[in-house]
């Protein structure tokens, strides 16, 4: 096994999305199989040296950067191990990416359904923040795609689970939190009944290491028509969207959502985005009949949009040019937030259906009502009433404003039954929002959790919750 100490070599693994900065560590570990990812666990273990886990390096939490002790990159266990036409799964590593996942499957007509934004994440990066992305709406978040998880403990015993079958060497404390009934990935996952599987998917690497993953496939899509509609008024834009849900639309895959500000800050890019539009609308939908246009263009004029300032993908090509308008929002924000050397101050919040306008005019009133100029962009998945709002201060003064913000729209989406974190985890910039959300006697209830696991407290300290001695 490879094992690191060249401090040159070692600042490459100390960034994410998050631009959360001063991270450290002696080394670092590049496992090859299996067998040396044990050993690197064991050793770190024995010692009592903490081992933060690096995968893609694409979260937005800081889960990934290392303060202290050894750090272990999966980037080389990226093998697709098998891959079952027949029954419709693959088993993979954790250090493959989506892209290299999604690659290998379409030969065969198949797709794995989770489509988070960052194509070049790991599919062990998402089981350990329960990742989703726009497909969310249709096919739900990465939990639902595991079918089964190698998993090697602080210890360096491995543990096989597989969903749907008891596992009974180890008991789950019974706790007295239960995690939400929507899209979360807020701490360690809790319900009633529950397969000991779900308690590792989402637990940020801080049970133990994924070695092995086994995914569910479905059919890949057949034809898709894509559709983004820009509205002269936010308002009209969730008007629009409430009244297509309630259609029940058939085989809809996502609802995204962009505000003003958000397409003003892509213009540059995408100079042809419509003068007056103040919000957009992105819509993916399987479809097999022409009828379906025939009926969004109705739904569409009935909202004050006009059909001529659509934007249709009907072929391959212009379905990736939607794609890439999609994604250039996350490039963009993350570029602005490392030009003023900010960490990443975005919410993250879902909350159930039918709180969703009530949580839109929260963010509105409390950015435009008696406040500094704040800049601010509101995007996302408004399909699973889930917005991510970005804030980006221009000073000291706002940004005390900016976190005063984020913990207050944080404590009103707890308010309405919601998440802190739906699809992008906690990691080390968010634990204030999780306490928030679980209180004290949720939060240690994680602990003894953690502590029956990794008794030592070595695996990814500082994730979820600060570590300390149970």
């Not at 103040?278 to 479809?287: C, F, H, L, M, P």
């Not at 993908?313 to 994604?327: C, I, S």
Request: net charge negative; glycine share 8%.
């Amino acid at each position: 096994m490879l094992k690191k100490t060249d401090q040159d070599l070692i600042k490459g693994f100390l960034e994410d999305s998050s631009n959360l900065s001063g991270g450290y560590a002696d080394g670092v570990y590049i496992p090859e199989n299996e067998k040396e990812l044990i050993d690197a666990i064991k050793e770190c273990n024995g010692e009592k040296i903490p081992l933060t886990v690096s995968a893609g390096q694409t979260g937005t939490t800081g889960g990934c950067i290392p303060f202290g002790g050894w750090l272990l990159t999966t980037q080389k266990l990226n093998k697709i191990i098998d891959l079952n036409v027949k029954e419709k799964y693959a088993i993979v590593e954790p250090g493959a990416s989506l892209e290299q996942i999604e690659k290998e499957v379409s030969n065969h007509h198949l797709l794995y359904a989770p489509d988070p934004t960052e194509k070049t994440a790991t599919i062990g990066g998402n089981v350990n923040t329960n990742a989703s992305g726009g497909r969310c709406y249709r096919f739900g978040s990465t939990r639902d795609h595991i079918l089964g998880l190698r998993v090697v403990l602080a210890s360096g015993e491995v543990i096989e689970l597989e969903r749907g079958k008891l596992t009974t060497k180890y008991k789950v404390l019974n706790t007295n939190y239960t995690s939400p009934s929507i899209k979360s990935s807020a701490g360690y996952y809790s319900r009633p009944n529950m397969d000991l599987l779900d308690l590792f998917i989402g637990s940020e690497g801080t049970l133990g290491i994924v070695s092995q993953i086994k995914i569910k496939l479905v059919p890949e899509l057949k034809e898709t028509l894509d559709l983004v509609i820009f509205f002269p008024a936010e308002q009209k834009a969730v008007d629009f969207v409430t009244q297509a849900k309630k259609e029940t639309l058939s085989k809809v895959n996502f609802y995204e959502f962009f505000d003003a500000n958000t397409l003003q800050m892509l213009k540059t890019a995408y100079p042809h985005i419509p003068e007056k539009a103040k919000a957009a609308v992105y819509i993916e939908q399987e479809t097999e009949s022409e009828q379906d246009i025939d009926h969004w263009a109705k739904l569409i004029k009935k909202y004050s949009a006009s059909i001529d300032n659509c934007w249709l993908g009907m072929d391959h090509t212009q379905k990736e040019e939607l794609a890439k308008f999609r994604h250039a929002i996350p490039e963009h924000i993350n570029e602005l937030f490392k030009k003023h050397h900010l960490i990443k101050l975005a919410a993250d919040i879902a909350v159930p259906e039918g709180k969703f306008r009530e949580m839109l005019q929260y963010y509105n009133l409390s950015l435009t009502t008696d406040h500094l100029p704040l800049f601010f962009i509101k995007f996302g998945h408004i399909g699973d009433n889930h917005l991510h709002v970005n804030l980006l201060p221009k000073n000291e003064d706002e940004l005390i404003l900016a976190k005063d913000l984020i913990m207050r729209f944080v404590k009103k989406g707890i308010s309405l039954g919601g998440t802190v974190s739906a699809e992008h985890g906690i990691g080390k910039i968010k634990r204030d929002y999780l306490k928030e959300m679980y209180g004290s006697a949720g939060i240690n209830e994680m602990r003894k959790i953690k502590h029956y696991f990794d008794p030592e407290q070595v695996l990814n300290p500082g994730n979820i919750f600060e570590t300390t001695s149970c």
